[in-house]
């Protein structure tokens, strides 16, 4: 039996703002992707290009999540793994063998191994990177419209100084992270 492999990341696990995204894709043997690698070593313009081909070409792919409520509940941690769990379910084509970046798995109720560096070492793995950072990155945009001077739209929620003087200023918006330090620390200010 041919092995039916997922690559499983995720994106934003650090910012102060936004949900935690994560992707799985399983690609198809016979229908390559030229130029995948971890999404942070891509241009953005590249970035986007691979998301439409993989979109396209990938036999199956899925995004999870956990919001800012489930992150702030279960810490950053735990909503990782719960988003990768749902983002490994909505797979159409059920894997064999799911392989996810960094060093720990969530149980999948099938085998899995954790590849530290696998989205540059592994296709599947660098296209679950690459499809969850454009999802991601497209979302902080939208809401830096929602929530206009946080400047979402330039650091998609991480901790900039651009953001932390936005933060002191405008105060804590729906979409931050109430479980995060400089988050946790202005409510504390209040």
């Given at each position: 039996?041919t092995e039916?492999?997922?690559?499983?990341?995720?994106?934003?696990r650090?910012?102060?703002?936004?949900?935690?995204?994560?992707?799985?894709?399983i690609?198809?043997?016979?229908?390559?992707?030229?130029?995948?690698?971890?999404?942070?070593?891509?241009t953005?313009?590249r970035r986007v290009?691979?998301?439409i081909e993989?979109?396209?070409?990938?036999?199956?792919?899925f995004?999870?999540?956990?919001?800012?409520?489930?992150?702030?509940?279960?810490?950053?941690l735990?909503?990782?793994?719960?988003a990768?769990?749902?983002?490994?379910?909505g797979?159409?084509?059920?894997?064999?063998?799911?392989?996810?970046?960094?060093?720990?798995?969530?149980?999948?109720s099938?085998?899995?191994e954790?590849?530290?560096?696998g989205?540059?070492?592994?296709?599947?793995?660098?296209?679950?990177?690459?499809i969850?950072?454009?999802?991601?990155?497209?979302?902080m945009c939208?809401?830096?419209?929602?929530?206009?001077?946080?400047?979402?739209?330039?650091?998609?929620?991480y901790?900039?100084?651009?953001?932390?003087?936005?933060?002191?200023?405008?105060?804590?918006?729906p979409?931050?992270?109430r479980?995060?330090?400089?988050?946790?620390?202005?409510?504390?200010?209040?």
């Amino acid at each position: 039996m041919t092995e039916i492999v997922a690559g499983v990341d995720e994106v934003g696990r650090g910012p102060l703002a936004g949900a935690v995204v994560t992707a799985a894709v399983i690609l198809n043997p016979d229908n390559p992707i030229e130029g995948l690698n971890d999404s942070k070593k891509l241009t953005e313009k590249r970035r986007v290009l691979l998301d439409i081909e993989i979109r396209e070409k990938a036999l199956a792919w899925f995004i999870g999540r956990a919001e800012v409520d489930e992150i702030d509940d279960i810490n950053i941690l735990q909503a990782t793994m719960v988003a990768m769990q749902r983002a490994v379910a909505g797979l159409k084509i059920k894997p064999t063998l799911v392989l996810v970046d960094g060093n720990r798995t969530p149980d999948f109720s099938i085998p899995a191994e954790a590849i530290i560096k696998g989205d540059g070492k592994i296709a599947e793995i660098s296209a679950a990177s690459i499809i969850a950072k454009v999802c991601r990155d497209n979302e902080m945009c939208e809401m830096n419209d929602v929530y206009p001077g946080y400047g979402f739209s330039s650091h998609k929620g991480y901790g900039t100084k651009q953001h932390l003087i936005a933060l002191e200023t405008l105060g804590v918006c729906p979409i931050h992270r109430r479980s995060f330090a400089p988050v946790r620390n202005r409510l504390n200010l209040l």
